[in-house]
């Protein structure tokens, strides 16, 4: 931690995410944004040079051989790859953020299990549908018994990078294990869209709940907190529709870019980079405060 309180960061990865969470990162008051890797001298990773944002083209091997330690690195590239990055970076001490669908790290959703940040040196931040639904599905299971879940999450293909476009079967699985994980429920099914409609779909995820003593005021009350949560950092959730019969909920949220880079339906996107950038920060919140009682 630097003498300001920002913790100094690294983003691995100059693809659609990595190039979205540089540009958020500089906006942040807690983080320091001192490096982005990627793999190659590609056209992107120039056009963040000639932005003025600190650039290398070694990948991994770039933050092994680079001259300071950073507080976090955030790993934006391919699952297949985060252990082996994982591995590389373990000497330097730094806490890994994993946007990928590796399934290696501490599964977090910010809204969920802030408490266990701190706990885990490789943090992963599941998938984009992962953190647009298990705080509403972790919300309902906590006061209703659910049978069943069935998420489809859509997103507009221009919005899909290639690394994601390989790790779409991770991405399926990992979701799944998610949501069993927070919810408590075995019996789940997650699939994944990536639409070519014109105009973009925008990001959206679509909730199917079967399970006991379900009310339209408790459903809707408890999506309703829950996205109130998020929004404290994902600003373009919405909850687009909720309804209940009989024994099934139906819950449908739609999720908007907050700008930056990237156009309006690209909230797959905006809602896990902000994730990631959340619980960096709350990470580095409490290293100030440990450091402060320490001083004090």
């Known amino acids: 931690m630097q003498a300001t309180g920002r913790l100094s960061v690294s983003v691995l990865g100059a693809g659609l995410i990595g190039m979205d969470l540089a540009t958020k990162i500089m906006r942040s008051d807690c983080l320091d944004l001192r490096l982005v890797a990627g793999r190659h001298d590609a056209a992107e990773l120039r056009r963040a040079a000639r932005r003025g944002l600190p650039v290398a083209t070694g990948g991994i091997q770039s933050l092994v051989d680079a001259e300071e330690d950073f507080d976090v690195v955030f790993d934006a590239t391919n699952a297949s790859f985060h252990a082996e990055h994982a591995e590389k970076l373990a000497a330097s001490g730094a806490m890994i953020v994993d946007l990928t669908p590796s399934r290696v790290g501490q599964m977090i ?105 379900l009310t339209t005021d408790s459903v809707r009350a408890l999506v309703t907190r829950a996205a109130d ?68």
């Open 109 to 213: 959703v910010p809204t969920v299990n802030r408490e266990d940040i701190g706990s885990h040196r490789d943090i992963s931040m599941v998938t984009c549908g992962g953190q647009a639904c298990v705080p509403i599905l972790h919300a309902i299971a906590r006061v209703h018994e659910i049978d069943c879940v069935e998420v489809v999450t859509t997103a507009a293909t221009l919005s899909v990078g290639r690394a994601s476009r390989l790790n779409l079967d991770e991405y399926v699985q990992t979701t799944q294990d998610a949501i069993r994980w927070f919810t408590g429920v075995e019996d789940v099914k997650a699939l994944v869209n990536i639409s070519p409609a014109r105009p973009a779909a925008t990001f959206r995820v679509a909730m199917y709940l079967r399970g006991r003593d």
């Open 229 to 296: 949560e998020i929004r404290t950092y994902v600003k373009g959730f919405g909850v687009s529709v909720c309804t209940v019969n009989d024994s099934t909920a139906f819950v449908s949220v739609e999720v908007t870019s907050s700008g930056d880079r990237l156009p309006h339906y690209a909230g797959n996107l905006d809602i896990i980079n902000s994730a990631a950038i959340q619980a960096a920060e709350c990470y580095a919140a409490d290293r100030l405060a440990r450091a402060g009682r320490e001083t004090a």
